[in-house]
């Protein structure tokens, strides 16, 4: 079965940084893009971040643009999500989600996700 | 940008019963439109892709239509399970964009 498990949420202070990962199973991650998704309490979905199998291409969110950093080690099957000058705008539950697009493609509608890892912004 | 608005915000419905979800974009987005379901404590569920192509092992009482800015999903013959938050979502456009969610309730 295909999975894929985020971890390194937590309570950070403002303009504090934070390092998410994803952790693919089931699948070979190097034959996917892949990217983060977030939802804020209570609100709709995010798209935050792409990146394409050769880690040759990565887009963000002009909200997280500058401050995040999206990154892939398909040795180990694995994703990341480097979060710098966090905001308070920033809290969410953050998913990793693989592309169903066919890779090296800049079109993006997820067909895995993840159960999400939480973020809180706060001093 | 593109906006993808989605109506009605919320639907009551009951078991049985046909369900119509509506999702406008802003701007054309062709047939890249895809829906998801949303359940609490639960992994996202791709359900449909290319606006009326069932995602694998989605059962055939989900169905969508629509191209250009008019999209629809369709839930047949509610069942419980089925009870949940639905998102559309264009990938013509960048950057990709959500709507802001239906919930069907009973």
């Known amino acids: 079965e295909v999975y894929l498990v985020e971890s390194g949420g937590g309570l950070v202070q403002p303009g504090g940084s934070l390092r998410l990962s994803c952790v693919a199973s089931?699948?070979?991650?190097?034959?996917?893009?892949m990217n983060w998704v977030r939802q804020a309490p209570g609100k709709g979905l995010e798209w935050v971040s792409y990146?394409?199998?050769?880690?040759?291409?990565?887009y963000y969110a002009d909200s997280v643009k500058g401050r995040f950093a999206i990154s892939r080690d398909n040795a180990k099957n694995s994703l990341y999500l480097q979060m710098n000058s966090l905001r308070a705008e920033d809290t969410a539950v953050y998913y990793c989600?693989?592309?169903?697009?066919?890779?090296?493609?800049?079109?993006?509608?997820?067909?895995?996700w993840g159960k999400g890892t939480t973020v809180t912004v706060s001093s | 940008e593109t906006v993808m608005t989605q109506s009605p915000a919320t639907l009551s419905v009951s078991p049985g019963e046909r369900a119509t979800l509506s999702c406008r974009a802003s701007q054309s987005v062709t047939s890249k439109l895809a829906w998801y379901q949303q359940k609490p404590g639960q992994a996202l569920r791709l359900l449909i892709y290319?606006?009326?192509t069932r995602a694998t092992g989605i059962p055939a009482r989900f169905s969508g239509s629509g191209s250009g800015t008019e999209f629809t999903l369709t839930i047949s013959t509610l069942q419980s399970e089925d009870f949940a938050v639905y998102y559309c979502q264009q990938y013509n456009n960048w950057p990709p964009a959500f709507g802001r969610g239906t919930t069907v309730e009973i």
């Open positions: 989600a693989r592309d169903a697009v066919e890779p090296l493609i800049r079109e993006v509608y997820m067909d895995v």
């Open positions: 290319a606006a009326s």
């Open positions: 089931g699948f070979t991650l190097s034959s996917y893009d």
């Open positions: 990146i394409n199998t050769l880690s040759s291409s990565s």
